[in-house]
């Protein structure tokens, strides 16, 4: 979702949000939440009122999940998902367009 005001975000959505994990999905429409990981984190920190000690994942346009890593609401850099990662971060997209298909 382009913020209006800020043309520098990613076309991204917040996916799912719980007290352990964070997701994001870039669409791919103007710049990609890799470049601009820094705004991101800040929009997506603002967004939820705070990313406190959650993890912070993104599927990326290639469909490929990665870790942002963060401390103190900011971005500190990227860390690679283990197959493992990838294939329960995978279920989470899955499972919520199931429901969104019934």
């Known amino acids: 979702m382009i913020n209006p005001i800020d043309r520098r975000l990613p076309d991204y959505a917040i996916f799912e949000a719980t007290d352990t994990l964070i997701l994001l999905v870039d669409y791919g429409n103007g710049p990609s939440i890799t470049n601009q990981a820094e705004a991101v984190i800040t929009h997506t920190?603002?967004?939820l009122g705070g990313?406190?000690?959650?993890?912070?994942y993104y599927?990326?346009?290639?469909?490929?999940?990665?870790e942002m890593t963060t401390e103190n609401e900011v971005f500190?850099?990227?860390?690679?998902?283990s197959e493992q990662?990838?294939?329960?971060?995978?279920?989470?997209i899955c499972r919520n367009l199931d429901g969104l298909i019934r």
């Open 45 to 47: 920190s603002k967004q």
């Open 51 to 56: 990313i406190g000690c959650r993890r912070v």
């Open 76 to 81: 500190t850099g990227f860390k690679a998902c």
């Open 85 to 92: 990662q990838q294939v329960f971060l995978g279920a989470i």
């Open 59 to 66: 599927r990326d346009t290639a469909g490929r999940y990665d």
